[in-house]
């Protein structure tokens, strides 16, 4: 930690400027990437890249010199963005896939964008104590600690290559993306599948410089745990089920149809049980959390507390608190037009999104904010919402609509108080105020929150299959519908592919833990091979190829700097892919909305789709070379 940053700049209108138009940015990709994907990226680095090149470009214009603080709050409410759309992107799809929807409702989804991501924020505030000051030797925050790395190298220089490094993959990854969905030049993915008796063999990969960055980003470990679970669910799972032959003339098709209907749950019950363990494993760090709370009630004041130390007062976060939970109350009561329900789920809300908190700032802590097991977490939350309300009576939409209405909340919270943590942890070490990246926080959900819902409506609208189709299959939001569904519609469960995969994420989970103890440098995490099950196919593969790419980076690399050094310039670079394509994807949806027809070539691209990627690998990966350090 710096010893002194008192006189330091940190909160001014040019920070709060960047940092929202930041936010706002970061989000819409990760909307798209999110509902794509299934799953989001950490933005803290690349925004924390372009708000110190942003500052010295303003400092040199005004003559103010900027300052570490000042980019760490610019990052800070960039990142808001992005997990906020993760909590949204998860959750409220659902609603428009169950048919209870047609369109997005602007006012209501902004309204529980906003108050699940303050939720977050609120609660995790008194739990900083715990998990980064009392917790500092346990709890390393990786990616909180890589930003920081970022911000403190970042003063030392001007680093132009950083921002390139994110144009090129932004460049790439928009190219990539137009020659996809507008000009029809490229296939979006390669896929085939075989007929063997009565069993279906399938094999693909999408073509996203995207999906390759993710696998870049999230390294070997994580990307092979990725593509084990694609492997389990459609190289060994769909051909076990056999029921190929009635999909003879389309083979393709049907292991689509299997994948759908029956595997991807065995995901869920793998996710359960990841849900559960981590639960288990927050369990003392929770009871601290809830001691801190109360100790905060009573101390309330912060006037010996120095500044870099100091939190939003706890009667400030009381009020916000108690304004976040009534709205929440009048938007349970405004979709299900039933008091006791509207009361009801409130209550739960409140608990488990206190309780989720915990646990996803606790599992932050250990192995980062992109490979958070949120999607775990909200299912045990819609099972455990769902279950109680069936257990009471209730039925229907409104058993469906408030289910889905405690998840949006409760992922929200979880998503937004992992980010907090990640960057009160940055915070901590470049010796920044608390209160003010909290003031940051709040600021960049609220105006993130204002763009979810239009984003969402725009590609729903002008993308082919809208959300739920094969470009935005939504996974999470599509779960949760048939969980819903399976509670209080006409959904049947099977539940016998639930319980596979229970056991197998026993199984699993003894495993890593025989791999723990032997301090061995390769886990068997759970949630990741969950996530692998339930995504489709041809998302593992390009994920696989990108953490290979990271791995091979690494083992060429022979001197002794850290991992996070050696690879943040392909870092930067992958970050620029994710946005590019993602920007991309959200501009060819205004272009739709517009009237513009995408243009038609009448070509059949899958040979030259093949050769484009290959050449775009070797490319990337030339590029990744070139950027990383020299050895020593």
């Not at 959750?91 to 902004?110: E, H, K, N, R």
């Not at 639960?279 to 760090?285: D, L, S, W, Y």
């Not at 257990?391 to 949006?408: C, D, K, N, P, Q």
């Not at 690998?617 to 590029?623: F, G, Q, S």
Request: one cysteine or more.
């Amino acid at each position: 930690m710096q010893n002194d940053t008192s006189t330091l700049p940190e909160l001014n209108l040019r920070v709060i400027v960047l940092g929202l138009a930041l936010s706002v940015i970061m989000g819409s990709a990760n909307v798209y990437l999110g509902l794509k994907a299934g799953m989001t990226v950490s933005a803290s680095i690349p925004a924390a890249v372009v708000g110190m090149l942003a500052l010295k470009y303003f400092s040199r214009m005004s003559g103010n010199p900027s300052s570490i603080l000042e980019a760490n709050q610019i990052q800070t409410a960039a990142s808001a963005g992005e997990s906020l759309a993760a909590g949204i992107i998860f959750t409220m799809p659902a609603l428009i896939l169950i048919g209870v929807w047609q369109s997005f409702d602007m006012y209501l989804t902004t309204v529980i964008a906003f108050t699940g991501g303050l939720l977050g924020i609120l609660f995790m505030i008194p739990m900083r104590q715990v998990f980064i000051v009392k917790n500092e030797d346990n709890l390393q925050y990786p990616e909180g600690l890589a930003c920081a790395s970022v911000l403190e190298a970042g003063q030392d220089s001007t680093d132009s290559d950083s921002a390139s490094a994110i144009i090129k993959g932004a460049l790439v990854g928009g190219t990539f993306k137009g020659l996809i969905s507008f000009v029809g030049l490229l296939k979006g993915n390669l896929e085939t599948a075989l007929l063997s008796g009565n069993r279906i063999f399938f094999f693909g990969g999408d073509i996203s410089p995207a999906l390759l960055a993710v696998g870049f980003i999230v390294r070997l470990n994580i990307a092979v745990l990725i593509f084990i679970g694609g492997s389990i669910g459609w190289l060994i799972g769909i051909p076990l089920l056999g029921g190929g032959l009635e999909f003879a003339a389309h083979p393709a098709d049907g292991a689509w149809e299997l994948w759908s209907t029956k595997i991807r749950y065995v995901g869920v019950g793998a996710m359960v049980i990841g849900g559960m363990a981590s639960i288990f494993k927050v369990r003392k760090g929770l009871v601290d959390a809830i001691k801190v709370l109360r100790k905060t009630q009573v101390e309330s004041s912060q006037k010996n507390i120095p500044l870099n130390e100091r939190n939003i007062p706890a009667k400030a976060i009381n009020m916000f608190s108690a304004i976040a939970i009534i709205l929440v109350g009048g938007v349970y009561f405004y979709i299900t037009n039933n008091i006791v329900i509207a009361a009801f789920t409130t209550i739960i809300m409140i608990l488990m999104a206190f309780f989720f908190t915990a646990v996803a700032s606790y599992i932050v802590g250990l192995v980062g904010n992109s490979n958070s097991p949120v999607s775990g977490m909200t299912i045990t939350a819609v099972l455990f919402t769902g279950g109680l309300l069936y257990i009471f009576g209730f039925s229907g939409t409104e058993g469906m609509v408030a289910t889905l209405g405690v998840a949006a909340i409760v992922c929200c919270a979880a998503c937004t108080s992992g980010d907090v943590c990640n960057d009160l942890k940055t915070g901590q070490i470049v010796g920044a105020s608390p209160y003010r990246q909290q003031i940051m926080q709040i600021a960049g959900v609220a105006v993130a929150s204002l763009v979810m819902a239009p984003i969402m409506q725009l590609l729903h609208e002008n993308t082919p299959g809208g959300i739920g189709g094969r470009e935005l299959a939504a996974p999470q939001a599509g779960l949760f519908a048939s969980l819903a569904k399976g509670f209080f519609g006409d959904g049947v469960l099977p539940w016998n592919m639930v319980l596979i995969g229970c056991a197998l994420g026993a199984i699993i989970l003894v495993i890593d833990y025989i791999l723990e103890t032997k301090s061995s440098s390769f886990r068997l995490y759970l949630m990741p091979v969950a996530v692998g099950i339930y995504l489709p196919f041809g998302l593992s593969t390009p994920i696989l190829i990108g953490g290979l790419m990271a791995h091979f980076i690494l083992s060429e690399n022979k001197s002794k700097a850290e991992p996070d050094s050696i690879l943040q310039r392909g870092i930067l670079l992958s970050s620029g892919l994710i946005a590019g394509e993602s920007l991309m994807g959200i501009l060819l949806a205004f272009i739709a909305g517009a009237g513009i027809q995408n243009l038609d070539l009448n070509l059949d691209p899958t040979l030259v789709s093949a050769l484009t990627f290959v050449i775009a690998l070797i490319t990337i990966y030339w590029v990744y070379i070139q950027s990383k350090p020299k050895t020593i």
